[in-house]
């Protein structure tokens, strides 16, 4: 009886999990120098052709500090928030981690905008 309930208790525990992609590289003409970014994919995306996005500014804290990856899983499972896609877009230089260039991009950057809009968004 105890391994039954233990089972059970576990198994409520247990929900989808969406995938993150590994760091895709984009090489912008408009801000003249590569990014990276990650895409967090719900659980299920195959089976749907459209989903909201959303675009998470200095991506890599959201991911390693804030753990938002596991934190959409869990919204999403517990039928807080409707699936979504996210991108998380690192402000550092990829060939030198060190170098991060948030504020070139976030101060009154129109180019960072127009990076937004012209090349990131379609990809």
């Given at each position: 009886?105890?391994?039954?309930?233990?089972?059970?208790?576990?198994?409520?525990?247990?929900?989808?999990?969406?995938?993150?992609?590994?760091?895709?590289?984009i090489a912008s003409k408009v801000?003249?120098?590569?990014?990276?970014?990650?895409?967090?994919?719900?659980?299920?995306?195959?089976?749907?052709?459209?989903?909201?996005?959303?675009?998470?500014?200095?991506?890599?804290?959201?991911?390693?500090?804030?753990?938002?990856?596991?934190?959409?899983?869990?919204?999403?499972?517990?039928?807080?928030?409707?699936?979504?896609?996210?991108v998380f877009v690192d402000p550092?230089?990829?060939?030198?981690?060190?170098?991060?260039?948030?504020?070139?991009?976030?101060?009154?950057?129109?180019?960072?905008?127009?990076?937004?809009?012209?090349?990131?968004?379609?990809?």
């Amino acid at each position: 009886m105890i391994r039954i309930l233990t089972l059970l208790l576990f198994s409520t525990c247990v929900f989808a999990e969406g995938t993150l992609t590994d760091n895709i590289s984009i090489a912008s003409k408009v801000l003249g120098y590569d990014l990276q970014y990650r895409i967090y994919l719900p659980a299920g995306h195959e089976a749907r052709n459209e989903f909201p996005v959303m675009f998470l500014t200095d991506g890599h804290n959201y991911l390693r500090r804030g753990n938002m990856d596991m934190v959409l899983n869990d919204l999403i499972d517990t039928n807080q928030i409707e699936p979504v896609i996210a991108v998380f877009v690192d402000p550092r230089n990829p060939d030198n981690l060190k170098d991060n260039r948030r504020r070139r991009q976030f101060l009154c950057n129109e180019d960072y905008l127009i990076f937004y809009i012209e090349e990131l968004i379609p990809a």
